[in-house]
């Protein structure tokens, strides 16, 4: 199972770099390298949504690229996050 959800991504003040998701609550990922921080920002969606997906079954709607807005710091990011069948090693 594979989804989509939109993010942004930015450079923080202390120099690491931080992807957060518009639709998952308080779900992001931080790392030193913007390649670490959306590895680690696709990690975290794995976790919510299995969390999610186990309490109740549901899953937030997705928000249309157009219908967000950026600050000048930030940019656009559309995560694919690919669900791990079960008996798969990661």
């Known amino acids: 199972m594979t989804f989509y ?13 931080r992807v957060e998701y518009f639709d998952l609550d308080e779900c992001y990922g931080e790392g030193p390298t913007e390649d670490e921080a959306l590895a680690d920002a696709r ?15 549901d899953l937030p709607g ?3 690229k157009d219908d967000i807005v950026l ?15 079960e008996g798969w090693d990661e």
């Not at 990690?43 to 079954?57: H, K, V, Y």
């Not at 559309?78 to 791990?84: A, D, G, K, L, Y």
Request: net charge negative; charged share 25%; glycine share 2%.
């Open 5 to 17: 959800y939109p993010a942004k991504m930015f450079k923080k003040a202390d120099g690491n770099y």
């Open 43 to 57: 990690a975290a969606a794995i976790d919510w949504i299995q969390l999610e997906l186990a309490d109740t079954n």
């Open 71 to 85: 600050a000048p710091h930030e940019r656009f990011v559309e995560m694919m996050i690919i669900m791990p069948r």
């Open 62 to 64: 997705v928000t249309h």
